[in-house]
């Protein structure tokens, strides 16, 4: 008998993962897993998972919910607004700086990303209501940070169920006091995960910040014919200004970040842009849909993570511009390469078949494949906390062999299949962080890039790479065994 | 770009000239003060720093800015992990359990198993009873705990769910296959729109006690209870479980998380350690509980006095050498037995150190904020530093704390200059760091933007610490406890005298070799 396939380990692993579940449990979960082949055509979706659906109860999910979608990913790295964390105090005490969305700025007095602003709800405010609070809270804010250029409302689960009506709230106060006031109905309970919060805050933006009337500070943006927002990228650990440099390099024009290091005069002028380059689909591809159909924007997506995808996505870029542009973006391409040579040769030798699990969000289950492959290393499980089906179709075409594909993959599931498969190396966030480590298993955390980054472009790629032969070649997991048991295994 | 020999990550990547022309480039199209005109920026941060922006600052009535708590399912949560094999499950939704994990984890960089029922828009409209009878079932199949203790989100107690109910007709649905009929499934109403996360841990602790113990009452043991409260110091429950067993004492610490968060490497169980289900179901029949904070277990310490009749219990508060005096004393009156050699030559040890490092403590000023019953522990030891707790901040104060304070710092000769905060947040607290200056700091990591802004320096004691690992493996109780607090806080004091002496040529003639 020849060794166990791959994709037959991988089939068997989801096979034997579903006997632990009750049979409704069970019924349901086996929607969510399978084991997507690069090659099958036949697949819907990657591994034909379906997605976007509720948790199953009492499972021990990684999701979040639709208020971390809008105030956590969205709106909260936007720098120069104060955001509101509306209803009890728990929410933004959990969100605060936790996803090192890094901004330039005099954190208090112009900018206020890591702060938490929060109404603070007590038993009052539910019996009675908490609108009145409000309208106080957002003249506060005025009074004591009198810099702040608008103010979003970030509803947690009481709002919509005790029937505040913040938008009136803000409306009247905005009128009065000339802010900018953004409500968002972004209760945690609304939708299935983090996803809903995205798609709300998507279209506060388009509602409050294109149709904005305050107005902006400084001198309005002169277009001209390069220029492009860089969309979903919430700039952690600087992942932004490290793909910023290569498109300024090749001769755009970045004139917005959306939303890592974002301002509001930036985000209110995107719609005078060439071309949009989306990054993080699954979060922004809504406002890009709407920029498209509203002034006529095209949209790109692009992938910055690892030299192969990076360069691919230089010349996508390119080619919606003039062959100037082009040029550029082959002398960019031309002028990395010898570095990524260079840390593709020092570290595929140490890295090169490492087995590797990823579980994250947005972007990053399929975005990051890429970047282990050029070093050699293999992926052979992936999956989404909030992915819609469009998300699957796509990783389909990122992945590399039989891949185990796990949709709201849960603690119980995700341990089994780390224990089943065996990989090297586990990638994926805080919660599940520690107990890989206490498998001896080498693990980085790939929603903050474990406090390390950026991962994105060129500079970017080096220090994925020194990171990741750091998380597998540390000495320390060898200590896990202690002598005397060495002995005896001996 | 990066040189292969020399791969920086961000913090010297963008101090590269490429990079420093990015960030100067882009402020053309920002619109935030600081890129149109810096000059304003530094004149409101002046600004922030006056007594008149304190005046204003202090007259909040409604926003709160920088919060120094949380809300109770966070406190639930803990009190469940403190029991053997038991599932913290929160009814309501995922998102709050997802941070509540999150939260715990980057604290104690350790797993933090909880489940939720995930309720999500139409639990909102139905309520959440189709989601518990899964969600229970599920979590006993897949993680098989012997108990699950079941708290709630504000999502649930707005609809107000009615959690006995539902917990029993998910028996009753279940028939028995994952949950049998005497699975204990305890539970507690935690709303974060009242309290803050001590106010939840006393909720739970509260209902689980009561819940575990209904038709136990038997024979008196001569058991005493321990319960640590909202303890995110594992080593304080170490230390006041050694100062137990040196007097030999009949206990039980009942919540007891110390092993579950502090799990070997090796391999991974989910649960380690724990308060053991029977006896848990014995505290009822102990013949005195004894918290040791009082404010975390208001409503259980009153059961236990009232409901209990456990006439002998009490509140204390083994941090500083006060706190742990009273801890000792109390143990020697409840077993009988005079106070053990060891704890003698501790507590002498103890004291000896005080006596050395007093000259480096006493007189500093500090601000301090934190939960109730750790300020009240740690004011009591700066106390017998001769420090000056000039500001002492506490947002989750409950009921009657700020006058007992009060009266704690009216006991220092600096009285006067001894301010009481409560139910303020970390915001107010830079304006009193800018108006009233302090030495040092003590608290969180919420004090680190608090550190930048003012120049204050923090020693890192209190609840949530992220960005410092390990201290919270360390004790603050006890004897040994006090004797960590001493050493983390004079050779802070040290550090600091060591900042502001080594100035080659001007100042360095105080930056002594030795102290």
Redesign the interface.
């Known amino acids: 008998m020849g060794p166990e396939t791959l994709d037959a380990k991988q089939k068997a692993a989801v096979e034997e993962v579903l006997k ?3 049979a ?2 069970a019924k349901n979960r086996a929607k969510h897993l399978g084991v997507g082949g690069p090659e099958d055509e036949s697949q819907k979706t990657c591994g034909n998972v379906r997605s976007n659906k ?15 979608g809008s105030k956590g990913v969205v709106w909260g790295p936007v ?2 607004m104060v955001h ?1 964390s509306h ?10 700086a ?1 996803r090192r969305n ?1 901004y ?8 206020f990303v ?10 009052k ?2 019996v009675f209501g908490g609108d009145k ?2 309208s ?2 957002l ?3 005025d ?2 940070f ?2 702040n ?1 608008g103010i979003t409302v970030q509803s ?3 709002i ?3 029937g505040d009506d913040i938008n009136a709230t803000s409306k009247v106060y905005a009128k009065e006091s000339g802010n900018t006031i953004v409500p968002v109905n972004c209760e ?5 995960s ?1 996803s809903l919060g995205h798609h709300i805050a998507n279209d506060t933006i388009r509602d409050y910040v294109f149709e904005g009337t305050k107005p ?3 001198e309005p ?1 002169e277009p001209t014919e390069y220029d492009v927002a860089i969309i979903g990228d919430y700039n952690i ?2 992942d932004a ?2 793909s ?2 290569l498109l ?1 390099e090749m001769g755009l024009r ?4 959306w939303s890592g ?1 974002a ?4 985000m209110a ?1 995107t719609p005078k842009v060439k071309l949009n380059l989306l990054h993080c689909y699954r979060s922004m591809n809504y406002i890009s849909r709407h920029m498209e159909k509203e002034y006529g924007i095209p949209w790109v997506e692009y992938n910055f993570f690892g030299p192969t995808q990076t360069i691919k996505s230089l010349r996508k870029i390119a080619s919606f511009f003039d062959e100037t542009i082009q040029a550029n973006a082959e002398k960019v391409i031309e ?2 390469q010898p ?1 990524v040579d ?2 593709v040769n ?1 570290y595929k030798p140490r890295l090169e078949g490492k087995q590797v699990m990823l579980f994250v969000g947005g972007l990053r289950p399929r975005h990051v494949i890429g970047a282990y492959e050029d070093l050699g290393m293999e992926v052979i499980g992936t999956g989404y906390e909030f992915a819609h089906d469009d998300d699957y179709k796509r990783t389909k075409d990122e992945i590399f062999r039989s891949t185990v594909i796990y949709d709201d993959v ?3 599931e995700l ?1 089994a299949f780390v224990k089943k498969l065996q990989p090297d190396l586990v990638a994926s ?12 298993l080498p693990y980085r955390q790939m929603h903050s890039w474990d406090y ?3 991962y994105h472009g ?2 970017g790629f ?2 994925f ?3 990741m032969d750091l998380a597998i070649n540390s000495p320390v997991w060898a ?3 202690a002598p005397w048991d060495k002995e005896e295994e001996a | ?2 040189e ?1 020999e020399n ?4 913090k010297e ?2 101090k590269k000239p ?2 420093q022309k ?2 100067a ?2 402020k053309a ?9 810096p000059g ?2 530094e004149e ?2 002046e600004w ?1 720093k006056s007594w008149e ?1 304190r005046e ?2 202090l007259a ?8 120094a ?6 406190g639930a949560v803990m009190v469940a992990l403190g029991f053997e094999n038991t599932m913290p ?1 929160v009814h ?12 715990f ?2 604290h104690f ?13 139409d ?2 409209v139905f309520g959440g009873l189709v ?2 009878k ?6 006993a ?3 098989k705990p012997d108990m699950i203790m079941v708290s709630t ?3 649930a107690e ?2 107000g769910d009615d959690l006995f109910a539902f917990a029993s007709a998910a028996k009753e649905e279940d028939g028995g ?2 949950l049998p009929e005497d699975f204990p499934i305890p539970y507690a109403h935690t ?4 309290g ?1 996360h001590i106010t939840g841990y006393d909720n739970m602790m509260q209902g689980t006690l009561q819940q575990l113990n209904e038709g136990m009452k038997g024979e008196k043991t001569d058991t005493i209870n321990i319960i640590p409260g909202f303890e995110t110091y594992i080593g304080s429950i170490r230390s006041i479980k050694s100062i137990a067993d040196a007097f030999g004492a009949n206990y039980t610490m009942i919540g007891d998380h110390s092993d579950q968060w502090d ?1 070997p ?4 169980e989910m649960f380690a350690g724990g308060t053991k289900i029977e006896d848990a179901k014995q505290a009822i029949n102990a013949k005195a509980t004894l918290s040791m904070q009082k404010y975390a277990t208001t409503k259980t310490m009153k059961m236990i006095t009232k409901r209990w009749k456990q006439k002998e219990s009490a509140n204390l508060n083994p941090i500083g050498l006060k706190g742990t005096d009273e801890f000792v004393m109390k143990l020697a009156e409840l077993t009988g037995k005079e106070v053990p050699e060891s704890l003698k030559t501790e507590r002498g040890r103890l004291v000896d150190a005080m006596q050395d490092s007093y000259p480096y403590m006493h007189g500093k000023k500090f601000a301090i904020w934190g939960d109730p019953d750790f300020l009240i522990g740690m004011v009591s030891f700066l106390l017998e530093m001769g420090a000056e707790p000039t500001h002492v901040l506490c947002h989750n104060a409950p009921r009657g704390w700020e006058d007992e304070m009060r009266a704690l710092l009216d006991t220092s000769p600096a009285a006067a200059d001894c301010h009481v905060w409560a139910g303020k947040d970390l ?1 107010h607290m ?1 304006s009193l760091l800018f108006t009233e200056p302090v030495d040092f700091m003590i608290g969180n990591s ?1 004090g680190k ?1 608090l550190m930048r ?1 003012t120049g204050t320096p923090l020693i890192y004691i209190g609840f949530p610490i992220f960005d410092r690992h390990h201290l919270h493996r360390y004790s603050i109780s006890g004897y040994d406890g006090a004797l960590n607090l001493l050493t983390w806080i004079t050779n802070k004091v040290l550090d600091q005298l060591d900042e502001e002496t080594k100035g080659i040529a001007s100042t360095d003639y105080f930056f002594d070799l030795i102290r």
Not at chain 1, 263 to 266: A, L, S, V
Request: proline share 5%; hydrophobic share 35%; net charge negative.
């Open positions: 632990a579940y009750p409704k449990a509720k948790t199953v109860p009492g499972v021990m999910s990684q999701r979040g919910c639709a208020y971390a720098k120069d509101i209803g009890p105090i728990g929410c933004g005490q959990y969100s605060r936790g890094y330039i700025g005099t954190t208090g007095v112009d900018t890591t702060m938490n602003f929060s109404s603070d709800f007590q038993e405010d539910i609070k409000l106080k809270c003249e506060e804010i009074e004591l009198p810099l250029n947690e689960c009481p919509g169920l005790i945690g309970f609304r939708g299935v983090q902006l500070l400084g943006i650990g600087g200004w490290s910023r440099i300024e970045v004139t917005a970040q290091d301002t509001i005069k930036e002028q002028k990395y570095m260079a840390v020092k849960n603690e119980y341990e966030g805080i919660k599940e962080k520690y107990v890989f480590q206490k498998m001896g390390s980054g950026p060129y500079d080096a220090i790479a020194q990171d200590h896990s065994t | 770009m990066q292969v791969i920086v990550n961000g990547l963008f490429e990079y990015v960030l480039d882009k199209f920002e619109g935030a003060m600081g890129a149109v005109n304003k920026v409101i941060a922030t922006y204003k600052n909040r009535e409604a926003i709160t800015v920088n919060p708590k949380a809300c109770q399912p966070l499950y309501g939704s995922h998102g709050c359990v997802a941070y509540f994990r999150s939260y984890t980057r960089k350790e797993p933090t198993p909880c489940v939720s029922d995930s309720m999500t828009e639990a909102a989601n518990m899964d969600g229970l079932k599920n979590c199949a897949l993680y989100t504000c999502m707005v609809i296959e994952f709303p974060s729109f009242v803050s799990m490497a090796g391999n991974y915001w830079r919420y933007e802004d």
